[in-house]
């Protein structure tokens, strides 16, 4: 990981865009020999679709569906086959995983405290990273992002690439969704 912040330190020079924006995210990737690591930040409501603290069973539900889906990222990012590329380490982080449901009696609580975060807080993110040691990584020509198809509120993607080609900048959208690494 600490290799993937130095590489983002070094990236950042590229950095183009500022605050939270809705529909656009950001993709860090570095390939570090046999190591490829991936940093995502996102508006939540391009994942979830809302940005408060779940307020009902089914907000709830869609939390837990698209954590789950974050913590599998084969089915949000496409790998070569034939660079042999193995989930490492991952990390997920936003204070939305974090809600708990409680029983009716502390609904106006949990009402309540939704509503100080929502005020105090009204753009949540999504931040999920994840190292893939790859054992074929000559073989590792390229990333495709399947989360577009998979999170369709998320239009835009910049991305900040650091591999043996270089660093460059990229914009992803659903119809250009391909990093070419070679």
């Known amino acids: 990981m600490a290799v993937l912040m130095a590489t983002v330190v070094q990236a950042e020079e590229f950095e183009q865009h500022g605050a939270h924006e809705h529909g656009a995210a950001k993709l860090n990737l570095a390939v570090d020999g046999n190591a490829l690591y991936l940093e995502l930040d996102s508006p939540a409501v391009n994942l979830l679709g809302f940005e408060h603290m779940p307020a009902s069973e089914e907000e709830e539900s869609r939390v837990h569906q698209v954590e789950e889906l974050l913590e599998s990222p084969l089915k949000l990012f496409s790998l070569p086959a034939g660079a042999g590329c193995g989930l490492q380490e991952q990390s997920l982080e936003s204070r939305l ?52 198809d998979v999170f369709p509120l998320t239009e835009e993607i910049s991305a900040q690439v650091i591999s043996s080609t270089g660093q460059f900048n990229l914009e992803l959208t659903p119809e250009s969704k391909r990093i070419k690494l070679q």
């Open 97 to 148: 995983f974090e809600h708990e449901t409680h029983g009716e009696h502390d609904k106006q609580d949990d009402e309540e405290h939704a509503d100080h975060h929502d005020h105090e807080e009204s753009h949540a993110d999504i931040h999920a990273s994840y190292v893939f040691e790859c054992k074929s990584a000559q073989n590792l020509r390229y990333v495709e992002l399947s989360l577009f």
